[in-house]
């Protein structure tokens, strides 16, 4: 069995400032971690992702996460907010023994303000 | 780029009509998933797809739906009898060999009245 919990369903930060959307995952198999993005009335974008080998993932437009298992956690952090970033965030599992299906968690959405 | 696509964008149905979703993965694609997202909700898986046949399903996938891929392009979620509570953005993806990665169309919407 493979689920995530994402820690708050809203987050608000400045222009500028420090994202960090939390994201905790439980798996009984080594886990392979995604965070897609969902702007309005649109898709999902992957943003990252963890498969195997270094742990701390690059993404697009300045996203980075960091697969910790000690903590079983795959926070998303950018160090500085556009206005453009505003968008619904998903933490998702997966493994190779379940046909990739992944399991996402509920979303935090994400609030940007001048 | 290659990309998924999905028909309708929008579909609006009497309750107990039959509906089918359509999806275009990537052409190489091997793996085929659907997923839901009901307003206000996670995203929600349904069934993955492989080999033709079904690799895993969810308890939300009962009798009720059924999965397809007649023609070796398009691969199609049917939900014979709708109910109210089908009413959600239906997502489609798709996933090259052991790559963990899905790539998602812009869903179709599904509205049961």
């Known amino acids: 069995a493979q689920s995530v919990t994402q820690l708050g369903s809203h987050v608000s930060v400045s222009e500028g400032a420090l994202v960090l959307l939390r994201c905790n995952y439980s798996s009984s198999v080594p886990p392979y971690l995604f965070w897609y993005v969902q702007y309005p009335n649109q898709g999902l974008q992957l943003l990252l992702k963890y498969t195997t080998g270094a742990t701390l993932v690059k993404g697009i437009n300045g996203f980075e996460a960091e697969f910790k298992k000690s903590e079983t956690s795959f926070h998303l952090t950018k160090p500085s907010a556009h206005m453009s970033d505003a968008a619904e965030y998903f933490c998702?599992?997966?493994?190779?023994?379940?046909?990739?299906?992944?399991?996402f968690g509920k979303g935090t959405s994400l609030l940007v303000t001048p | 780029e290659p990309e998924v696509t999905q028909t309708p964008s929008h579909q609006v149905t009497q309750m107990g009509q039959e509906v089918i979703l359509r999806c275009v993965p990537i052409s190489n694609h091997l793996y085929f998933y659907w997923y839901r997202q009901i307003l206000g909700q996670k995203v929600e898986f349904l069934v993955s797809f492989y080999n033709n046949e079904i690799s895993e399903k969810s308890e939300i996938f009962d009798d009720q739906f059924s999965v397809e891929r007649p023609d070796g392009s398009n691969f199609t979620l049917k939900i014979r009898s709708t109910k109210l509570e089908d009413s959600a953005m239906y997502f489609c993806?798709?996933?090259?060999?052991?790559?963990?990665?899905?790539?998602f169309g812009e869903g179709s919407r599904l509205t049961v009245l």
């Open positions: 993806a798709s996933s090259g060999q052991g790559t963990g990665e899905l790539f």
């Open positions: 998702a599992v997966g493994n190779s023994n379940s046909g990739y299906a992944l399991n």
